[in-house]
Each structure stands twice: as C-alpha cells, then as structure tokens.
Nanobody
Framework: QVQLVESGGGLVQPGGSLRLSCVAS????????MSWYRQAPGKERELVAH????????NYAASVKGRFTISRDNAKNTVYLQMNSLKSEDTAVYYC???????????WGQGTQVTVSS
C-alpha cells in the first residue's frame, strides 16, 4: 500500500530554516510527481510546491517562491522541502502528496507541524 511519511518539522524563529523530508513506499516513486501542501489553522489546505518525476519541472505557490525549494532523491524514494527565510505565516501542518493516475486517488502523509515563532 502507498505510504508517505513526513519528518523534519518543528519550532523555528522567523528568518530561520527547516528541511522537511517525505519517504515514500508502495508505488514506483521514480515515475511519480510529488507535492507538498500545507494547512494553517482555520484555513484550507493549499499547494506549496510540486516536482515532476525526473525533477525537470518544479512549481511553487507565489507566497513561497524564492524561499522554498522542492527536490527529490529517487534512489532514496524521498522528496524534500527546504524552507528558508521562514515567516510566521508559514506556520502550518505540512503534508506530502502524490496522485496515482492508475486509480485516480490522491495519497497523503500524516503531516508534520511547522511553527514559526519568536
């Protein structure tokens, strides 16, 4: 079965950095696009970044462009989100996601909390 396990969240001061990781299993990671989403309290879940299977194309939400970088290591079945210059408005639960076209299902990890506060 598809499993996505995030890690790397925590408490960081404004201006700081964190790197999130998501280890995937149960599907062919190297041929799958991967995404990071986030959900802040009282807000809808939003797409933060997406990366294609071969890392050829990346896309970012306007609010994080220039500060966040999505990358992947297909040998380790892992996708990363490097977050720099963090702001209080980046506080949210961050989720790893993949969409399987074979069964038209979207899969989510359990989420990792990121809190940006002084």
């Amino acid at each position: 079965q598809v499993q996505l396990v995030e890690s790397g969240g925590g408490l960081v001061q404004p201006g700081g950095s964190l790197r999130l990781s998501c280890v995937a299993s149960g599907f062919t990671f190297s041929t799958s696009g991967m995404s990071w989403y986030r959900q802040a309290p009282g807000k809808e879940r939003e797409l933060v970044a997406h990366i294609t299977s071969n890392s050829g194309i990346t896309n970012y939400a306007a609010s994080v462009k220039g500060r966040f970088t999505i990358s992947r290591d297909n040998a380790k079945n892992t996708v990363y989100l490097q977050m720099n210059s963090l702001k209080s408005e980046d506080t949210a639960v961050y989720y790893c996601n993949t969409f399987r076209s074979a069964n038209s299902r979207s899969y989510w990890g359990q989420g990792t909390q990121v809190t940006v506060s002084s």
